[in-house]
C-alpha cells in the first residue's frame, strides 16, 4: 500500500489567525495608549504631562531614541511612545494596572539624577531614574522647554519623599467597605485561632506544646511594635513579659518563632538596656526557658552584617548592576566578579544562610531552646527564623505556606518596611533591603533544592517589587499599631461610615495576570514528596518523616540572582528565557500525566490477575 503524502495545514492556519489576532490587538492597544494616556486606576490623578520626551536606552549601542509623553500620576511615572508599535503594548512587567510599555510607581524610585548628559546621544539635559528593583530609565529633555522639565522633575521628588505614610496613593486606592473581604486565605494572625493553629502545626496537638498566646499587649501598652497577640513559651508568664519590656529597646520582649517535632524551641529576644557580661533580665529570663532544654544564645549583631552594612552592599550592587552606559559596561565585564565580592553582597547573603542551617541542624538534633537575639529583634531575626521555618519544614516551601510564614514573621512581628524601604522622608541612614536580602536566601535554597519548593524565583522576584511600589498593606508599615492609627487618621479625613482596607500583596490573582501567575509555579516540584498542609490535626506519620534541607553554604557555591539584579540590562537578558520555562514545564507534565496513566494500567493489570 502506498504512503500517503497527504500534509493538514488547518492547524498551522489557525495558529496563524490567532496570531495575527493576538498581534492586531496589541497594536490597537497601543494607538489607545497613545491617544489617551496611561490607564488610570480609580482615585488615581494625572498630575503633570510633558510631551516630545524622548526615552533611551543607554546600554544599547544605537543613538536613536523613542519620543512620547510623559505622563506624572499620584501611583506612576508612564511614558507612552508618540508612534505606537506591537511591543509598546505588551505588558512585561506581569501586573495587571502596570500595562504599559514603561511603568514606575512612585514608590519603587530609589534616586534621580537630574544633571544627566550624554554627548553620544545628543542629550544636554536628562533624568536617569534608579529603581529600588534594579531597572534603569532614561528620559531626556532636549525637545521641551526648561520649565517643564523643572516641573516634571519636582512633581516626582515630590511624591517621591512624603512627610506622612497616609499621603501615599495606597491611601485613596482602598478596598470599599462593601467588598471589605479577603481576596486571599492567608492567615493574618490577628485572631487567636490563627496562632492556636500555627502553634498545633509545628509542635502537633498531642504534644505537650510549651507554648502559649499571650493577650498582654491587646491593647497595644505592653509594646507599640509587637502585635495585640503573639506567641511566647509557656513558662514565659505576663508578668516577666511586663518586666522584660520595661528593660529592653523599644519596649521589645521575647517572642516564639518556632518549634521543632523534638520540643526543641526557637526564640527571638531583644538587646537589654542592663546587658553586661552577665544580665539580670537575661539571667531571668533563661532559667524560666531551662525547661525546654539547655539555652543558648545567639547574639546576631556578633555574627551578622548590620543593617548599615547591608545597605552600603546594595548600592555598590546597583551600581554595577546599571551602568550609564554600553560603553561603561564593556569596560567594567571583564572586571565582573572581582567587583561583585566588593560589594560583600554574596558574603552577607552566605552569613545568614549558614547560620540558619546551623541553628536548623541544633533544633533537630536534640531538644535545646535556641535564643536569636538582635538589638529590636526586628530584622535579622526575621531572617534566620524564616529560613529555620523553610530549612526545616515543607509547608514554608510552597507558596501559601510561605505567604503564611511572611505575615507571622515580617509583618505582625513589626519589620520596619516603612523605614526598610523608604517610603517617607524619614533620614536614609533607616533604609536597608534586609528583605531582598531574605529573599535571595531563598532563592539560594531553591536552585540547591528545584524539587523541594511549588514556587520559583519567579514568585521571589515579584514579592520584591510588590514590597518597593508602596500600595499594599503588608510592606507600607513598621508596625501593626502604625497600620491602624493611619487607618484612623484616614477615615476621619474621608469621613467614612465604615473602615475600608488597604490592599493585600497576598491576593496575587488580583494583582498579576494568568501568564505572569503560571510562572510563579515550580514545575519539578514533588507535591507527592510533601506532607499535606496540616493546620489543626496535630501530627501524622508524615510529620515525623520530615526530614531537614541539608545544605553547607558558601559564596563558591552561591548563584547569583542575576534574574533580579540584572533583569533589565539589556545587555545580558535572555530573551526566550519564558519559552524554556514554560517548555520545561509542558515537558514535565506530560511526564506525570504519563505515569499516571502508568500506574492507573499497573493497578488494572492487577486487578485482572
Known amino acids: 500500500?502506498?504512503?500517503?503524502?497527504?500534509?493538514?495545514?488547518?492547524?498551522?492556519?489557525?495558529?496563524?489567525?490567532?496570531?495575527?489576532?493576538?498581534?492586531?490587538?496589541?497594536?490597537?492597544?497601543?494607538?489607545?495608549?497613545?491617544?489617551?494616556?496611561?490607564?488610570?486606576?480609580?482615585?488615581?490623578?494625572?498630575?503633570?504631562?510633558?510631551?516630545?520626551?524622548?526615552?533611551?536606552?543607554?546600554?544599547?549601542?544605537?543613538?536613536?531614541?523613542?519620543?512620547?509623553?510623559?505622563?506624572?500620576?499620584?501611583?506612576?511615572?508612564?511614558?507612552?511612545?508618540?508612534?505606537?508599535?506591537?511591543?509598546?503594548?505588551?505588558?512585561?512587567?506581569?501586573?495587571?494596572?502596570?500595562?504599559?510599555?514603561?511603568?514606575?510607581?512612585?514608590?519603587?524610585?530609589?534616586?534621580?539624577?537630574?544633571?544627566?548628559?550624554?554627548?553620544?546621544?545628543?542629550?544636554?539635559?536628562?533624568?536617569?531614574?534608579?529603581?529600588?528593583?534594579?531597572?534603569?530609565?532614561?528620559?531626556?529633555?532636549?525637545?521641551?522647554?526648561?520649565?517643564?522639565?523643572?516641573?516634571?522633575?519636582?512633581?516626582?521628588?515630590?511624591?517621591?519623599?512624603?512627610?506622612e505614610i497616609t499621603s501615599r496613593f495606597a491611601f485613596k486606592y482602598l478596598e470599599e467597605p462593601a467588598s471589605n473581604r479577603l481576596n486571599h486565605d492567608i492567615p493574618l494572625f490577628d485572631k487567636l485561632v490563627d496562632w492556636e493553629q500555627e502553634i498545633a502545626f509545628l509542635t502537633g496537638v498531642d504534644r505537650s506544646t510549651g507554648v502559649r498566646v499571650t493577650h498582654a499587649n491587646e491593647s497595644l501598652s505592653l509594646c507599640d511594635s509587637l502585635p495585640m497577640l503573639f506567641a511566647v513559651p509557656a513558662n514565659i508568664l505576663d508578668n516577666i513579659l511586663n518586666s522584660v519590656s520595661q528593660k529592653s529597646t523599644q519596649y521589645r520582649v521575647l517572642t516564639w518563632c518556632y518549634s521543632h517535632r523534638n520540643n526543641s524551641m526557637l526564640v527571638r529576644t531583644p538587646h537589654f538596656m542592663d546587658d553586661a557580661s552577665s544580665s539580670p533580665t537575661e539571667n531571668e529570663v533563661i532559667s524560666k526557658l531551662h525547661s525546654s532544654g539547655p539555652v543558648e544564645i545567639i547574639d546576631l549583631s556578633s555574627v551578622l552584617p548590620s543593617t548599615k552594612d547591608v545597605k552600603i552592599a546594595y548600592d555598590t550592587l546597583l551600581n554595577i548592576c546599571l551602568p550609564t552606559s554600553y560603553k561603561e559596561f564593556s569596560s567594567t565585564d571583564k572586571d565582573w566578579y572581582s567587583n561583585l565580592e566588593g560589594t560583600k553582597w554574596m558574603y552577607h547573603v552566605v552569613d545568614c544562610l549558614s547560620l540558619a542551617e546551623e541553628l536548623a541542624r541544633k533544633l533537630d538534633d536534640s531538644q535545646r531552646c535556641l535564643l536569636i537575639k538582635e538589638n529590636e529583634c526586628r530584622d535579622f531575626c526575621c531572617v534566620i527564623s524564616s529560613l529555620v521555618h523553610i530549612l526545616a519544614r515543607g509547608r514554608y516551601r510552597t507558596i501559601k505556606g510561605f505567604l503564611s510564614l511572611l505575615q507571622r514573621e515580617w509583618v505582625v512581628m513589626g519589620h520596619k518596611f516603612q523605614d526598610r524601604l523608604g517610603f517617607t522622608n524619614e533620614p536614609a541612614a533607616e533604609q536597608s533591603p534586609i528583605f531582598l536580602l531574605f529573599l535571595d536566601c531563598v532563592q539560594q535554597l531553591l536552585f540547591r533544592f528545584p524539587t523541594e519548593f511549588e514556587y520559583t524565583e519567579a514568585f521571589l522576584r515579584s514579592l520584591w517589587r510588590l514590597s518597593t511600589m508602596g500600595i499594599f498593606e503588608e510592606f507600607l508599615f513598621n508596625s501593626v499599631k502604625e497600620k491602624i492609627r493611619a487607618l484612623d487618621e484616614r477615615g476621619k479625613e474621608s469621613r467614612r461610615k465604615e473602615p475600608a482596607r488597604l490592599r493585600s500583596a497576598w491576593s496575587l490573582h488580583d494583582i498579576f495576570t494568568v501568564d505572569a501567575v503560571n510562572f510563579f509555579n515550580n514545575p519539578l516540584y514533588r507535591q507527592e514528596m510533601h506532607p499535606k498542609d496540616v493546620s489543626t490535626n496535630g501530627t501524622n506519620g508524615s510529620f515525623e518523616q520530615e526530614e531537614l534541607l541539608v545544605s553547607n553554604s558558601s559564596v563558591s557555591t552561591s548563584r547569583f540572582w542575576s534574574e533580579c539584579y540584572l533583569g533589565y540590562c539589556s545587555p545580558v537578558q535572555i530573551s526566550s528565557e519564558s519559552d524554556v520555562f514554560l517548555g520545561t514545564s509542558d515537558l514535565v507534565k506530560k511526564v506525570r500525566r504519563l505515569q499516571g496513566a502508568l500506574k492507573r494500567r499497573v493497578s488494572q493489570a492487577e486487578v485482572v490477575l
Do not use: W
Not at 13 to 30: L, W
Not at 147 to 156: P, S, T
Open 1 to 163: 500500500m502506498p504512503k500517503s503524502t497527504f500534509v493538514s495545514y488547518v492547524d498551522a492556519i489557525d495558529n496563524y489567525e490567532d496570531e495575527e489576532h493576538e498581534a492586531s490587538s496589541r497594536r490597537e492597544s497601543a494607538r489607545n495608549l497613545s491617544i489617551t494616556g496611561p490607564n488610570l486606576l480609580e482615585a488615581e490623578e494625572v498630575c503633570f504631562t510633558a510631551r516630545n520626551v524622548t526615552r533611551f536606552d543607554s546600554l544599547q549601542e544605537q543613538t536613536q531614541g523613542i519620543i512620547g509623553s510623559l505622563y506624572i500620576t499620584t501611583l506612576r511615572i508612564s511614558f507612552i511612545p508618540l508612534l505606537p508599535s506591537e511591543d509598546s503594548a505588551q505588558n512585561r512587567s506581569g501586573v495587571k494596572f502596570l500595562d504599559g510599555p514603561c511603568e514606575i510607581t512612585i514608590g519603587c524610585i530609589r534616586a534621580i539624577d537630574t544633571d544627566y548628559k550624554d554627548k553620544k546621544l545628543g542629550a544636554n539635559r536628562g533624568m536617569r531614574i534608579i529603581c529600588k528593583d534594579f531597572r534603569c530609565e532614561l528620559f531626556t529633555f532636549d525637545l521641551i522647554k526648561k520649565e517643564e522639565e523643572l516641573e516634571v522633575i519636582n512633581a516626582i521628588k515630590l511624591m517621591m519623599s512624603p512627610k
